[in-house]
Nanobody
Framework: QVQLEESGGGLVQPGGSLRLSCAASGTFFKINDMGWYRQAPGSQRELVALINSDGSTNYEEPVKGRFTISRDSAKNTVYLQMNSLKPEDTAVYFC?????????????????WGQGTQVTVSS
């Protein structure tokens, strides 16, 4: 019911910047929280940053001061501006959205994931 399409990953040198985008489409009543997660090889998927429907944000410690999450609610799109990138930021980055879906039983909340986009920080 909800599709998330990510873009913006790639290869960048240490200290460089990238901007990830994730657009939600499909059939839903409203997108509540949106966020970015990442998964490095051999590691579990971890939270990077979250943004609520009211615009409040939350960042995990490793990215504070370097990454900025934002959203365009009219376009159902979330962004992740990544600055001062480090090799340890290398991972597949996944977009996540919590959506309100209308069903015969009423409104329900459901979580959706994008397919992931590779970010590689290397010289």
């Amino acid at each position: 019911q909800v599709q998330l399409e990510e873009s913006g990953g790639g290869l960048v040198q240490p200290g460089g910047s990238l901007r990830l985008s994730c657009a939600a489409s499909g059939t839903f009543f409203k997108i509540n929280d949106m966020g970015w997660y990442r998964q490095a090889p051999g590691s579990q998927r971890e939270l990077v940053a979250l943004i609520n429907s009211d615009g409040s944000t939350n960042y995990e410690e490793p990215v504070k001061g370097r990454f900025t999450i934002s959203r365009d609610s009219a376009k159902n799109t979330v962004y992740l501006q990544m600055n001062s990138l480090k090799p340890e930021d290398t991972a597949v980055y996944f977009c996540n959205a919590l959506a309100q879906i209308i069903t015969p039983a009423g409104h329900i909340l459901a979580a959706y994931w994008g397919q992931g986009t590779q970010v590689t920080v290397s010289s």
